[in-house]
């Protein structure tokens, strides 16, 4: 079971972005049954998750469960049971995908928190510092992480139904902050806001390298999966 799934580059070399992106994607929150992955989530980011855009959300008919799902837990249930092997699997994986990126000329980054929120620069802090090279990125809902991660770690906040105060003092601190945007005056038309609370939105769902965004912005999404029904507050309305 390979622990990071490898980004379509040929999205971003569209877009000019020569970058070749790998993402970990662990079973978020509590679903694993065997870890919480998610420490800082809520209500309706858990129930919101992203973990049901795209593929992960498509199921036969009559069943509940699928191979990106499956291989998800899977991997979270393999960091629940044996944290220095996964981390050693993890430690050669990320050199493949370093390796396989410049054969092609590209730049790789590493995305470890795809559907997860856990605190890697505490729980693999070597790994950081021996990709010192590599750029790291994630999102999360833990306001206290963006002060506390390397260099080679950039880390946007998200923003939930509880945390407004906090993504506006985020903001005037100049980091920035992700959040989803949907209905009228908003993103009915599939666009999003000029501003929000006063600082300018830009459009995240371009591409994922949010390390190339300029600081002091949200980071405007708009909803996908379980999170176009959303009436928790998650979603900005
Ligand atoms: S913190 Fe992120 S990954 Fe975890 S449940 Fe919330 S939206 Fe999903």
Redesign the pocket.
């Known amino acids: 079971m390979n622990l990071l799934t490898i980004g379509n580059p040929k999205t971003l070399k569209g877009q000019g972005l020569n970058y070749a992106t790998a993402i970990l994607h662990l079973a978020?929150?509590t679903l694993s049954g065997v870890m919480n992955?998610?420490p800082?989530?809520t209500a309706g980011?858990?129930a919101?998750?992203?973990?049901t855009a795209g593929r992960g959300g498509i199921f036969k008919k009559g069943e509940t469960t699928n191979a990106i799902q499956k291989a998800r837990i899977a991997r979270t249930e393999f960091l629940a049971a044996d944290r220095a092997g996964f981390l050693a699997q993890l430690d050669r994986e990320i050199a493949a995908h370093v390796r396989r990126a410049e054969r092609h000329g590209m730049v790789p980054a590493v995305r470890l928190n795809g559907?997860?929120?856990i605190s890697w620069e505490r729980v693999a802090p070597e790994l950081f510092a021996k990709w010192r090279g590599l750029q790291l990125h994630d999102?999360t809902?833990g306001a206290h992480r963006l002060r506390n991660v390397p260099a080679n770690y950039h880390v946007t906040l998200?923003r939930s139904e509880s945390n407004e105060a906090e993504c506006l003092e985020a903001l005037a601190n100049g980091y920035n902050v992700a959040a989803v945007f949907a209905d009228v005056g908003y993103a009915v038309d599939g666009t999003l806001p000029a501003t929000y609370r006063g600082y300018p939105v830009i459009n995240a769902d371009e591409h994922d390298l949010r390390f190339l965004d300029p600081s002091g912005v949200w980071c405007g999404l708009l909803p996908k999966g379980d999170a176009i029904l959303d009436d928790t507050g998650f979603v900005i309305r």
């Open positions: 978020p929150h992955a998610c800082y989530a980011c858990a919101a998750c992203l973990n559907t997860s929120d999102y809902k998200s």
